[in-house]
């Protein structure tokens, strides 16, 4: 049988992508039981954290520059993008009388805020990329933590987008529907990018950045190839959760929400795409599903992060390279013999 | 002019504990490469054990205050929260970093979030997430100085600060402990072969780095009543921040790096820009970064091949 041209074949899985995620956001909608609305928000909330892992992974796995500033560049796409949709296309769709042509300009607008929010996110990658030329390691680390704090206090002292009131009365635009589709833009990109010569230099800086540079790899200008790549998703992601919130505050983007987003990427394993797609699922839904543990306790307080900080601190101990290691989820169900060995990583001890 | 030497000692007072924590940073790092994201956490626990031992303290004995006695007490509540802490720092490295000391870097520094997600969830747990106010374990005076106000706390916490900076100097330059620490810092595989016991020096150093922050914890207590279990992370954060600006790895640049930002924050507050004194710390640092990529006084270090 004669393979079909690529453009056409990744049409056809693109449609059929589509397709299901029409379905399954109408199949989740049509279900109607006591308390699946919360549900449904976690799995959106998933989504939004697959989002932000692979990017980060982007960064953080694959090019091996160590960045702990992903809040500060989803705080500048979700404000962007809730900035562009409150103050101009908000109120230029509510114009319109509800119905078909309200509907698709509405979506339209979303995604056009949610892009514009990302590039701007991007640009400031861009900005914080550029330190990285001279900087290594955890030097690196705390400037890109000093810089998502610097945006932090920046948005607080804005008193047009809410300042520390919090931004409130964002449409509530995105849904499952958005969020898994820029989800599975999101890996698709960072699936292609490793497969590509961007991704091998990637690869080539994370393991060896002298050694990379002597073979001609340009390393700077693949260091802020990944940061302007992995903060334009955090954008997009940010403003996909602005406008599922309804609410923003700069609180929701401390450091700490970095670090849960850097501890996915590494309990799923530093350059494993799907390792940080089941980490997001599983850390993500651990503080919920911690929850249940309660009735079975007695006692009055909830310990569910007491918990979830053990088992953090004892998954990392069991599994120091990551639930996955360098593989990706198949290669380790699978054990194919082209599967990449695991190997302690001799450039990231020293 | 006045308001200049205020600042300046407001500054230096707040810079002094955060001096205290970055030395803990600094050991550490300069011992093992490892960011202890749990430090700050470790301070907020010495402020805890504090706020306990002084209020059983006021409620289990006559009332102390202005006399000697208050000052015994207060001495023997620092060196709880010092032997608390100092047992927690020993038990972090123990269980959670001494087992990934082969794993690759990244592993412990998860841990070590870990372990600071452990003690802030838990302190909420344990003592509840609502601010407590430390008690008051020795006479406050309000004092005047030619139009300079400050309160005797403030002159408590520089001079405890002084002393064990200078018992920290002792060690880390005078001391055989001492010598074996650096010995470790700069090769710890010269060092193992050298017969210098290294698990040993690392752990000492964790027990010595926690019970600074213990130290800084009662302090920060001291001058500022209100603690709660996130109370850590900011100061944590700022202290490593100024370990950096020092030069990571570098005992006196720590100390000159927390005073420096304290003072600077202090006019920053004092000043139309005082909304922005929390992102102050990292505008500096970045800016320092970018001419002084290894920190003021960090050796530049090229790289081999």
Redesign the interface.
């Known amino acids: 049988m004669k393979r079909l041209p690529w453009w056409l074949r990744d049409l056809i899985y693109g449609a059929i992508f589509i397709a299901v995620l029409i379905g399954a956001s109408y199949g989740m909608d049509a279900i109607h039981i006591a308390g699946i609305a919360y549900y449904q928000r976690i799995v959106v909330l998933m989504g939004i954290n697959i989002i932000l892992a692979v990017s980060l992974n982007i960064i953080n796995g694959h090019a091996g520059q160590?960045s702990l500033g992903h809040a500060g560049f989803m705080a500048i796409g979700a404000y962007f993008a809730a900035f562009l949709t409150y103050f101009y296309f908000a109120p230029y769709v509510n114009r319109f009388p509800a119905g078909t042509e309200q509907w698709v300009l509405q979506n339209a607008l979303l995604l056009v805020a949610v892009l514009l929010g990302g590039a701007l996110a991007a640009l400031a990658g861009y900005l914080v990329g550029l330190?990285s030329l001279?900087?290594r390691g955890?030097?690196l680390?705390?400037?890109t933590?000093?810089?998502g704090?610097?945006i932090?206090?920046?948005i607080?002292?804005i008193d047009k987008i809410g300042a520390a009131r919090g931004f409130t009365g964002i449409p509530n635009w995105a849904n499952f529907f958005w969020v898994y589709l820029f989800c599975g833009i999101t890996i698709l990109i960072s699936w292609r990018l490793v497969q590509s010569s961007v991704g091998r230099a990637f690869l080539a800086i994370r393991e060896d950045e002298?050694?990379a540079e002597a073979m001609g790899v340009d390393a700077t200008k693949y260091k802020v190839k990944a940061f302007i790549i992995g903060s334009f998703m955090a954008g997009v992601s940010g403003g996909l959760f602005a406008h599922f919130m309804m609410y923003l505050n700069p609180d929701m983007f401390r450091?700490?929400r970095s670090?849960e987003v850097?501890?996915m990427v590494?309990?799923g394993g530093?350059g494993s795409i799907s390792g940080s797609i089941v980490a997001a699922i599983i850390l993500t839904y651990l503080p919920e599903g911690l929850r249940l543990a309660k009735p079975f306790l007695h006692i009055e307080?909830?310990?569910r992060?007491?918990i979830?900080?053990?088992m953090?601190?004892v998954l990392?101990?069991t599994r120091?390279?990551g639930l996955l290691g360098r593989r990706e989820l198949w290669q380790v169900l699978k054990r194919r013999k082209d599967a990449p060995k695991e190997e302690?990583?001799a450039a990231?001890?020293n | 002019m006045q308001a200049f030497l205020q600042n300046l000692l407001n500054g230096i007072a707040v810079g002094a504990i955060y001096a205290l924590i970055a030395l803990g940073y600094t050991m550490v790092?300069g011992i093992l490469?490892l960011?202890n994201?749990a430090h700050g956490d470790v301070f907020m626990l010495g402020s805890f054990v504090g706020y306990y031992a002084g209020r059983f303290a006021i409620a289990h004995m006559q009332d102390t205050s202005g006399t000697w006695t208050s000052w015994f007490v207060a001495g023997a509540i620092m060196l709880l929260a010092m032997m608390t802490c100092g047992l927690f720092g020993y038990l972090n490295e123990r269980?959670?970093y001494r087992?990934?000391r082969?794993?690759?870097?990244?592993?412990s520094?998860?841990?070590a979030?870990?372990?600071s997600?452990?003690l802030?969830?838990?302190g909420?747990?344990v003592f509840g997430p609502d601010p407590k106010f430390f008690p008051e374990l020795v006479e406050k005076h309000v004092l005047q100085f030619g139009g300079i106000t400050t309160t005797n706390y403030q002159l408590i916490v520089l001079v405890v600060a002084i002393i064990f900076m200078a018992i920290l100097q002792y060690i880390v330059y005078g001391t055989k402990f001492g010598r074996a620490m650096r010995a470790v810092s700069f090769s710890y595989e010269s060092a193992s072969l050298m017969g210098i016991p290294t698990d040993r020096i690392i752990s000492l150093t964790f027990v010595l780095g926690s019970a600074l922050a213990a130290v800084a914890g009662i302090l920060q207590g001291l001058s500022y009543p209100k603690i709660d279990p996130l109370m850590g992370?900011l100061p944590g954060?700022k202290a490593?921040?100024a370990a950096?600006l020092g030069g990571?790895g570098n005992v006196p640049g720590a100390v000159v790096g927390g005073l420096l930002i304290g003072v600077i924050e202090s006019f920053v507050s004092g000043s139309r820009f005082s909304?922005?004194t929390?992102?102050i710390?990292?505008?500096i640092?970045?800016g320092i970064?970018?001419f002084r990529?290894s920190g003021l006084f960090g050796k530049y270090e090229a790289?081999k091949?």
């Open positions: 160590f330190p001279r900087l955890d030097y680390a705390i400037v933590l000093g810089f704090e610097i932090r206090v920046v607080l002292n002298i050694a450091f700490l670090f850097v501890v590494v309990l530093l307080k909830d310990p992060m007491v979830y900080s053990i953090l601190i990392m101990l120091p390279q302690p990583d990231a001890r | 790092y490469k960011i994201f269980i959670a087992p990934l082969n794993a690759p870097r990244i592993a520094l998860i841990t979030i870990g372990v997600f452990f802030e969830y838990g909420q747990f992370i954060l490593f921040v950096v990571i909304n922005f929390p992102a710390a990292f505008v640092l970045i970064l970018l990529p790289e091949v």
